[in-house]
């Protein structure tokens, strides 16, 4: 490729997700269970064949389906955008590109102008409120986070030992996966999920469909007030880098404001400066992280930086534990 081959790759991007997009919606990868002509799809997809076609063609072209004389098949990449594929990809694809999250994105340039962020003005409200009022789209943001449990378990486990411990309160712990993970691995843990009402009722009924009713539930809490007492481990996954510095505070405080004085505190980000990430992940990390700008005014940090913000909460400077993939689990515990 050459540089212009790859600068027109760039510019056109945000085409090329939302073919994603579209691919989803009509069921393409759904409907491709088995080889199947063009004819076919588009009854199945109830599309016109024609224009399928060349949706198709580019699905081809970015290695999502073959065609052998006619015939489209998926390929391992492409199955990844699957309903139920373990990658969870396609909650992410129909995620990213939501309207109001296009809409915020468009406004990056106002955003760095301005050092916060432009989701709220463009859209009349915040991000919570507008899943709050989407059930359907809710549903999807909870699966694209759910998607990611296993990997932060993994990290979590290799960051804490658990023996001992009987209860843990995953704050903001969305629809339960990690909760659901961990207490899998861990057969004497109990947990709670303490998040947004509608949340938490998600995660009671998911962790109870994992089989895990009788050791986890949800608990409906709002962490700028307060979050559940008890807990000897807290974790906060994937918060604080949705919120500015007085915020995390707060978030902080609160989580502070319930955890006894031997209680413990797992935070799972991606630390901007921690060991071990490929180049691929590393981008990844610093394009999530003006998402955080555009949508919360919000940002991924240093291990400094959250520090910093653990100090101002309460809490001890944290140590940054080895990761077996590109979660870190930074570790802490109350200085008061
Ligand atoms: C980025 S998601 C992280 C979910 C999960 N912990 C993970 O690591 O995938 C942020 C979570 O914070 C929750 N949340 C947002 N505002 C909240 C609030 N004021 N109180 C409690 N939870 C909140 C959201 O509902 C969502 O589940």
Same mark, same amino acid.
């Given at each position: 490729m050459t540089e212009s081959d790859e600068m027109l790759w760039m510019v056109r991007g945000v085409w090329v997700s939302l073919c994603l997009r579209a691919a989803c919606e009509l069921g393409v990868v759904d409907a491709l269970d088995q080889p199947q002509d063009l004819a076919t799809l588009a009854t199945r997809c109830s599309a016109n064949a024609s224009t399928l076609g060349r949706l198709l063609r580019v699905l081809v072209d970015l290695g999502l389906l073959s065609n052998a004389e006619g015939r489209y098949a998926l390929t391992t990449m492409g199955a990844q955008l699957s309903v139920g594929h373990p990658s969870g990809l396609r909650h992410l694809a129909m995620m990213q590109t939501e309207l109001p999250n296009l809409t915020a994105w468009q406004h990056l340039a106002d955003a760095i102008k301005r050092g916060s962020a432009v989701y709220k003005d463009l859209n009349g409200q915040t991000s919570w409120e507008w899943l709050a009022s989407h059930p359907a789209e809710e549903t999807v943001f909870n699966a694209a986070m759910a998607r990611r449990g296993a990997a932060q378990v993994a990290a979590v486990l290799t960051a804490y @030992?658990?023996?001992?411990?009987r209860l843990v309160i995953d704050v903001g *712990? *969305?629809? *339960?996966a990690m909760l659901g993970e961990l207490l899998t691995d861990q057969p004497e843990l109990t947990g709670i999920v303490a998040d947004r009402p509608e949340v938490a009722a998600s995660a009671t009924a998911s962790l109870a469909a994992a089989g895990l009713g009788e050791r986890a539930r949800g608990e409906a809490s709002d962490f700028f007030v307060s979050v559940p007492s008890g807990g000897e481990v807290y974790i906060l996954s994937?918060?604080?880098?949705?919120? @500015?510095d007085a915020e995390a505070v707060m978030i902080l405080r609160s989580v502070h404001a319930a955890m006894g004085p031997a209680a413990e505190l797992l935070i799972v980000e991606t630390v901007l400066d921690a060991p071990g990430r490929t180049t691929p992940e590393q981008r990844d990390v610093h394009l999530v992280d003006l998402n955080m700008l555009v949508l919360f005014g919000a940002r991924e940090r240093s291990h400094s930086q959250y520090d910093k913000l653990l100090v101002a909460g309460g809490f001890e400077p944290s140590s940054l534990a080895q990761s077996p993939n590109t979660w870190n689990v930074l570790l802490t515990r109350r200085t008061i």
């Open positions: @030992d658990f023996s001992g411990v *712990g *969305g629809q *339960g994937n918060i604080l880098h949705d919120w @500015d």
